[in-house]
């Protein structure tokens, strides 16, 4: 049986940041629609958030895709300094369907950072209590990103299931030609013997 894990990591963004646009810094956004995608494909789910240059991300999903994940996320050179903060077993997904939740900056965190005398975001003196409490904000939290990023990755999907189709399509032609020829052979077959036996 396969076993369900969840991962919470922090890590600092090497990219300079841009203005944001609905809320979504344009590189997050990015990163954000391809998760989306990827993260779907493996059967993964999550919440990312990003505030004063640092990710916060929780992942959850079946173990060895986690881990494959991890190791990937290692390599990205769009951030720096991940640090696994949180990493257990679990019994069933949190996120549900969300293959990646977007969480902007609004007033319930500004507010939060605020009732616990953080003037920016900084996960990296988060105690074990405020990363739960900070996770749980960010599971009940509205997604800034779902009248933007769905539709890009919807657009992949729609694009993969056009192909997917198409190659059906493709494959049912070529296959109907195969029968077609077949049935040519058989009757050239039949006519050539009925008129070598008339001989």
Known sequence: MKKLLQVIYISRSTFESQETINKIEPNVARILAKSRINNRLNGLVGVLYFGDGVFFQCLEG??????????????????KDLKIISKKYIDKLSF????????????????????????????????????????????NAHDGSELQLPSTSNKAINHEQDLINTLNSVRIKINLSLILSAVALVISLVTFLSSHNQI
């Open 96 to 139: 549900g369907d969300w293959a990646m939740k977007f969480a902007p900056l609004d007033e319930q965190i500004k507010q939060f950072l605020k009732e616990h005398h953080f003037q920016t975001f900084d996960p990296y003196l988060f105690s074990g209590e405020i990363t739960n409490k900070f996770l749980n904000l960010l599971f």
């Open 62 to 79: 079946d173990e060895d895709a986690v881990n494959t994940l991890l190791k990937k996320l290692e390599a990205d050179s769009r951030h």
